[in-house]
């Protein structure tokens, strides 16, 4: 499930077998969610913060209300907070969610990685683009992590933005003009 939420991306994502879903970023809270859960017979576990700019967490308060769930992000610094950090594995069923560091964009800037399927990189990376920085060593600090996290998985790997359209790792490291 994509919504395009508060001005950025928001995904629901879970696991067939165990019917366990992770709501990563929460731009905004919406009823769709809960239709998207019902209509599945899934339950929301938990909540995974890409970063903390205000148009990824602003509905958090309110989804919290409905859900006791762990919130995950780099410092844990949110209502039900869990900090994260590289080579951690978040809870979603069967299926393995690994946290890699993208910083660059912002310092508590974080990538989850399901099954080299997915990878939610929040404003690391764009299609056609990556995250605003404040000066040159933070640009290069985020294109070695994008280099480093999403260009060495497959090519067909999908990379789903903190804002924009979705896209794939074979496309950024052959178009983006950040890279090539």
């Given amino acids: 499930f994509h919504k395009d939420t508060n001005e950025s991306n928001t995904y629901l994502i879970g696991s067939k077998k165990t019917r366990e879903a992770l709501l990563i970023d929460a731009g905004e809270d919406t009823p769709e969610y809960d239709e998207f859960l019902e209509m599945n017979h899934a339950r929301l576990t938990g909540i995974f913060l890409t970063h903390t700019h205000w148009d990824h967490h602003s509905g958090l308060e309110s989804i919290l209300k409905r859900f006791d769930i762990p919130v995950y992000s780099k410092t844990g610094n949110t209502p039900n907070g869990k900090a994260v950090q590289e080579g951690d594995r978040i809870p979603l069923g069967n299926l393995q969610a690994l946290v890699f560091e993208t910083t660059g964009h912002t310092p508590d800037s ?40 999403l260009f060495t998985r497959p090519n067909e790997l999908l990379v789903c933005s903190g804002h924009g359209p979705i896209t794939t790792v074979g496309i950024e490291k052959s178009c983006n003009p950040f890279f090539v």
């Fill in 110 to 149: 974080l990538t989850l990685v399901i099954e080299n399927r997915f990878a939610f990189v929040g404003d690391a990376l764009f299609a056609g683009s990556i995250g605003g920085t404040t000066d040159d060593e933070l640009k290069q600090e985020e294109q070695h992590h994008i280099r480093r996290v």
